[in-house]
């Protein structure tokens, strides 16, 4: 599962998917729109990696405890 907190997040993948080099295979995909996340304790704020951590962070804080 794919876990975004902005809904342009999704579009910027599918898109990329989409219009990136031929003869890629892409598995089943599904997508989490949750705008309850935060990334506020991401170590690199606006950096798209430290966000994703940041991100899974507070997901497995919010609904695996």
């Known amino acids: 599962m794919n876990v975004a907190d902005y809904s342009s997040d999704i579009e910027f993948l599918?898109?990329?998917c989409y219009w990136g080099r031929d003869n890629v295979s892409i598995p089943v995909l599904s997508f989490m729109l949750n705008?309850?996340?935060?990334?506020?304790n991401s170590k690199i704020p606006y950096n798209a990696l430290a966000d994703a951590r940041a991100l899974s962070q507070d997901y497995a804080l919010k609904y695996f405890q």
């Not at 705008?35 to 506020?40: A, H, I, P, Q």
């Open 14 to 16: 599918t898109v990329f």
């Open 35 to 40: 705008l309850l996340l935060s990334t506020k």
